[in-house]
């Protein structure tokens, strides 16, 4: 192994699986939640699935115990000694070979999603295609992991910057993109030579137990050693923690709320590793007078019902000006009532479930909360029953007038809500768009050129990314993903969020037979 890796590819496709995915795993009954190439284990508690569609069980996935993550970090440290010194793009063909079995799966991929966190089955195909993408984005990559080259003052020197592996990557992910973010993360991590263990959310487990078992045979095709790929299902408080304060692995990448966030910085800064952290967002639109309303319309329906409102780039509220408030509130509740809410696996269903009863709880008590504080419901909010809706986790979206200054409109209530606020000026507008804590994705819709470059100027959107005309959600891969403020600061997937992954290292060459020393300073002894 190691620099005498061999490129397998011409082997042919993988054969293609004759049950689909989810009765593979399923029909096993019981699947554990450990592992790092080949088989799963697991000695911790059983974690029983259970689909938010219907609530019917799904699987038990056995928990990895703090001893199966140890096993597996020793198994990763010893992969990453071969890995790092496999060239660069010969990883990247390893994760061209992964992207291939992802797309004969697509579909299968994509019913697991959907049965276990309730996306609509576009939706969780689109997950699995943003999986791919990042596949074709890593592979380009591979070969281009760039160091500069620097003049020196010294003549007869040479400086440049190389980038080399960092190690383990400890990847940890939340329930609402189960596959999309740790793909992010991980074809990445692997063109830049590092090794990744994956922490999923406990609600969606059993969608990364299907992704490594598909993916786990590429490794060993190629005659690559267990470790590459690793998966630790088990909760925040034991396998989390364990990661945060495991000084072997050198960079968490940490998905999830602000209140997890927090824990994983201090754990992480602590033991001085690194973290990306890609945290709750509190996203907002800005429809101005000069907006194409049809248009402001229809994307601010689908950023703000997709995925039942759970997406880190739902469009939560929505500022907008006072005299095209009564048309822009009308034409939206018009589309709302549009809607086909249900079966998430059926063809033309727009929204599912939510992940689970506590959620639609969470939803119902934000908007007690904004009646209290002075709010209004303009359409939805209720929590349906009869048929499938009798699982208790189907909601009607929510549209609610409010004002900015309330503390409920601070908060991300993980939930198809959005609150329409009225603005008179720009100055108003943008500066309510910026007081809250998060700093994700924000957007103007506008027709006039100077509203539009105030918005993206250095004293418009405080956010990591700023959209003009489209939507908050749905970003492509090509670009670095991430927010500010409490949104955690990290950048993933696209541009150059690879540097997060490797390990930057200055190198001078002196080819002179002198040593003269940098700032003139002189040094002579005999
Ligand atoms: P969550 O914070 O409850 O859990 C996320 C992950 O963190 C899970 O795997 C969980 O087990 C783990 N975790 C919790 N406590 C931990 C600890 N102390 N140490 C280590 N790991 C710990 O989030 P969730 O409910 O699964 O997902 C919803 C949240 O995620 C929302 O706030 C959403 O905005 C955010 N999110 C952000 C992005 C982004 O890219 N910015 C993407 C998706 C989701």
Redesign the pocket.
Known sequence: MGTEFQNRSQNGPLPRAGRSLIERIVGEGEVGGAGSGSETWGHGDPLRRFSPIDLRPLSVVRRASVQDYRDIVDRTATAFGVWRMVPAPKRGEIVRQIGTVLRWHKRDLAEVVCREVGKTRVEAEGEVQEMIDMADFAVGLSRMLYGVTLPSERSGHRIYEQWHPLGPVGV??????PLA?WAWNAFVALVCGDTVIW?????AALSAVAVMKLIWPVLKRNDLPDGLLNLVVG???SI??A??HDRRIPLVS????V??GR??AAAVGNRLGRTIL????NNAVIVTPSADLDLAVRAVAFGAIGTAGQR?TTIRRVLVHADSFDDFSASLARSYQQLRIGNPLEDGVHMGPLIDAEAVNAMQAALQQLKDQGGSIMYGGQVLSGGIFDSGTYVTPCIAEARAEMPIVRE?T?APILYLIRFRTMEEAVAALKAVPQG?SSAIFTNHLLEAEAFLSAGGSDCGIANVNTGTSGAEIGGA?G?EKD??GGREAGSDAWKAYMRRQTVTINWSRKLPLAQGIEFNVD
């Open positions: 940890i992910t939340a329930f609402n993109f973010v922490k999923p959310s406990s609600k909760s925040g408080p989390g923690e990661m945060i940490a998905t999830g709320s209140r997890m824990q994983v890609e945290l709750g967002g880190c991300e993980f994700l993903f927010g949104s955690g």
